[in-house]
């Protein structure tokens, strides 16, 4: 048996004494008595009778314990052409100067923050400054428009919204204010006061009394060392919300909690990256997302490493080189990203010359997640770092890999197109759709058998009935993950497809369902439906086909760009939604349902077989001729 073997099965046979050895890395308040609680909540709670705080494991511990003169966050903004680095005890004094006009704000213990930042330090300090007064914060990305902002704003009832003046894309800064007054206007539950980032590219008006200068609040505190102990917290007190796209417009709610996250994120610096404490490690993505909460934010500063926080694109910015350099210029040892930003480095600089003009010899490991890892980009990745790629599966859900290659471990085979092998806390089975275990190597639905480990959701935020309904009913005992999926003899995963009406465009989650509320909204729209169809450069991208309304006699131009301007409005840019073919009929089932995987194929001209449902199988040809009459 191998390393890794022997793990799994040491933790199979006992989770619990795996769990409270795992939780040894953590300093503790009270010490959990043990590791899981069958009978809280909805599948059981993690180290329920603990308490901790995850800024004080992230940041004092590391000034108190000799890290503090060590780097601990770097910025690099190839697109502002800025660079800074903080050390621990920098970190410590920014976060705790936040913390305190936070308190100021009247901010405690179990309140919610939203944080709508651009890719800057004070995004990674707000969020551990909440942390640091048991504050739940609940990031947005920046490229969501105001709509989804305020769906958030409302539906975690935010006290305070921390926020910027811009956002800064190529060629374009994007002025966050009137996004996030806008949010504000149309939300019900509106936040008490804003503290705005006032940035150099372009600033904003501030509304007297609501709206508080960062700079100035943070600085006056930070003069005045106003100290701000880290708060006592149970293991289970949530410590963010993270929306995620789910079967509706209406986003899911994800909810970590402090214990068990910080166990289990601790675990995979060593066990899955093969990193110790004091290298570079890089997740080149955004806080905005999981990866960028785990592994931009929380990971790296729980095990003592520098974070590098990158506010660019791996091309354009200035040139497909960026990443070479930024791994050259800060020594990183380690970088994660999603695929879709090795395929555009691909495109750009199909050679990978760029990354000769630098020295990447301190690069050790490429991670890739977010989206399924296309053989051909490891390839090319590996040929050009010279070093092993590894793919990893995971889920905001989770917030840390269910299937991966646990190189501190063991560096396992690598079988192409696999993320490899389930980590320790997850036992994954193949089930068909009536919920049957399915022999190795047949496609079906990937579950979890419960409880999830530590880190993985124990709810979702004040919707635990959506929560047991999306995930839990169907298969009972088991965590629906909603990926289809193969698992081979020798235990190595495949992931295929979703199961719902999730698409991943550059390694973003965005449902099509949600892009469908949206266009039925527009006046001439009788009927739609949004697939994801395949990109070569983003994985997928959503198209949108559109039933007119009779009597509607306007040039189609006019109404698909009144349509792509629509999303773009209410989802925001990220949803890249700029196809809109008008078609005549649907196909769908007799009962009525969309056949959009059989569109799908029609369209990226995959065989399929003709659903023996269909009510009328000559809708495919219409469809297939009004998509090559639009898209050209
Ligand atoms: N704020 C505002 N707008 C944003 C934004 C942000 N934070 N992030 C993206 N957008 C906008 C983009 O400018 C683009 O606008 P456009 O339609 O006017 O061109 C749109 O949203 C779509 O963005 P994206 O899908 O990211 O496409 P892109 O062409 O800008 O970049 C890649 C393509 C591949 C370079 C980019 O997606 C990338 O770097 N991906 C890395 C993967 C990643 O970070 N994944 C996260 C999970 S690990
Ligand atoms: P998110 O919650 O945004 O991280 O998206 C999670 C989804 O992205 C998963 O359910 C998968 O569909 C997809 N995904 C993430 N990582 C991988 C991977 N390594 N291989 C295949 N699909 C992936």
């Not at 106003?226 to 929306?243: F, G, K, R, S």
């Not at 192409?416 to 639905?445: C, F, K, W």
Request: with cysteine; proline share 6%; hydrophobic share 40%.
């Amino acid at each position: 048996m191998g390393a890794y073997a022997d793990i799994y099965q040491g933790w199979k046979d006992n989770p619990e004494q795996f769990w409270m050895e795992a939780a040894e890395a953590i300093d503790w308040v009270q010490k959990p008595s043990k590791a899981f609680f069958p009978d809280q909540d909805v599948y059981g709670r993690w180290f329920a009778d603990g308490t901790c705080n995850t800024c004080y494991n992230a940041v004092d511990r590391h000034v108190a314990g000799g890290r503090a003169d060590q780097a601990a966050l770097i910025y690099d903004s190839p697109i502002t052409g800025n660079q800074r680095s903080y050390t621990y005890a920098e970190v410590k004094q920014e976060v705790e100067a936040l913390a305190a006009v936070l308190v100021d704000r009247g901010v405690e213990k179990g309140d919610r923050v939203i944080i709508y930042m651009p890719m800057v330090p004070e995004a990674a300090f707000a969020m551990l400054a909440c942390a640091r007064i048991g504050a739940i914060h609940s990031v947005v990305f920046g490229g969501f428009a105001a709509a989804e902002l305020a769906t958030r704003i409302d539906d975690c009832a935010a006290k305070c919204v921390i926020s910027a003046s811009c956002g800064i894309e190529p060629g374009r800064v994007i002025a966050y204010k009137p996004l996030l007054d806008e949010a504000i206007e149309i939300s019900a539950n509106k936040p008490e006061s804003t503290v705005i980032l006032q940035r150099e590219q372009q600033g904003c008006e501030r509304i007297d009394g609501r709206d508080f200068d960062y700079a100035d609040e943070v600085g006056r505190h930070r003069a005045a060392g106003t100290e701000v102990p880290c708060v006592d917290l149970l293991a289970t007190d949530p410590l963010y919300i993270l929306y995620t796209s789910g079967t509706t417009g209406q986003p899911k709610g994800v909810v970590r909690d402090n214990g068990g996250h910080m166990v289990a994120l601790q675990w995979t610096m060593k066990n899955i990256y093969g990193v110790d404490p004091g290298e570079v490690f890089w997740a080149a993505s955004d806080v905005g997302w999981v990866v960028g909460h785990s592994y931009i934010v929380y990971a790296p500063l729980l095990a003592g490493n520098t974070t590098i926080l990158f506010e660019g694109k791996p091309v354009g910015t200035p040139d497909a080189g960026t990443f070479w350099r930024v791994i050259a210029d800060h020594k990183v040892a380690v970088l994660f990203t999603a695929p879709t930003a090795f395929r555009a480095i691909k495109k750009e600089d199909p050679e990978g010359a760029l990354i000769n003009n630098y020295d990447v010899s301190n690069f050790r490991m490429l991670y890739l997640a977010g989206e399924r890892a296309d053989p051909d980009t490891i390839h090319w990745a590996e040929r050009v770092l010279k070093t092993p790629v590894i793919d990893h599966w995971w889920q905001t859900e989770t917030g840390w890999t269910i299937a991966g290659n646990p190189v501190g471990i063991q560096l396992m085979e690598i079988k192409y197109g696999s993320p490899t092998v389930a980590m320790p806390g997850y036992d994954i089975q193949v089930l068909s759709d009536e919920g049957e275990e399915l022999p190795r190597g047949e496609l079906g639905n990937v579950v979890v058998k419960l409880p999830l480990p530590p880190s993985c959701f124990p709810t979702l935020w004040n919707a635990e009935a959506r929560m047991r309904e999306a995930y839990l009913e169907e298969f009972p005992g088991y965590y629906k993950t909603a990926d289809a999926g193969i698992m081979d003899e020798d235990g190595y995963l495949f992931i295929m497809a979703r199961t719902d009406d999730i698409i991943n465009v550059a390694g973003h989650r965005l449902s099509t369902g949600g892009m469908e509320e949206v266009i039925a909204e527009h006046k001439d729209v009788a009927e739609c439906a949004v697939i994801g169809i395949t990109d070569p450069l983003k994985g997928q991208l959503p198209a949108g086909f559109l039933i007119l309304n009779a009597g509607v006699n306007r040039p189609i131009s006019e109404i698909q760009a009144e349509v792509i301007k629509l999303v773009r409005e209410k989802i925001g840019p990220v949803a890249a939604f700029k196809i809109a073919v008008p078609v005549a009929r649907l196909p769908k089932t007799r009962s009525g349902k969309i056949l959009r995987a059989t569109m799908q194929k029609v369209v990226d001209g995959e065989d399929f077989k003709m659903p023996a449902t269909i009510d009328d199988p000559a809708i495919i040809d219409e469809i297939k001729a009004s998509w090559d009459e639009h898209t050209g």
